[in-house]
């Protein structure tokens, strides 16, 4: 990627995703069966923040992530289009379904400063340590 847009694409897709926290995504549908179900009852703290992607073997540094409070995963990858996925949190087991493959998913830490997760993928788990990401300056016009 060229160098001069690197902090452009960070802006924007910060913006972006930033963008659907409060609403959520604007358009929903009725709740089904098959829709991902989040514990009323639980309340993890890796919720409705934009996490980045600070080290990985599988995954790219500076990949965005944010699990919205719906059960919508959202991923922001510095070298794709985002993806929409889906999570879930049931009787303490959290589960991540991203391309309609779900991964049962092992929270090694979790803190204001990190979120380290280990998801069983196929294969070898992979293991995933995320930051809170930078939020944008909001410069003067």
């Known amino acids: 990627m060229n160098a001069s847009l690197a902090p452009l694409f960070r802006s924007l897709g910060l913006a972006l995703i930033i963008g659907l926290i409060p609403t959520g995504c604007s358009e929903r549908s009725a709740p089904t069966e098959s829709s991902p179900q989040v514990q009323a009852t639980s309340s993890p703290g890796f919720i409705n923040i934009v996490w ?6 599988s995954v ?19 070298h794709g289009k985002p993806a929409l996925g889906t999570w879930r949190d049931v009787g303490g087991i959290l589960t991540m379904v991203e391309e309609g493959i779900p991964y049962q998913v092992d929270v090694l830490n979790l803190s204001h400063d990190e979120f380290r997760i280990r998801s069983h993928n196929p294969g070898k788990p992979a293991e995933i340590t995320f930051v809170p990401a930078e939020k944008p300056s909001r410069e003067s016009p």
């Open 60 to 78: 790219a540094q500076g990949t965005l992530y944010v699990f919205l409070s719906d059960g919508t995963l959202v991923v922001a990858s510095p």
């Open 52 to 57: 980045k992607v600070s080290k990985s073997p």
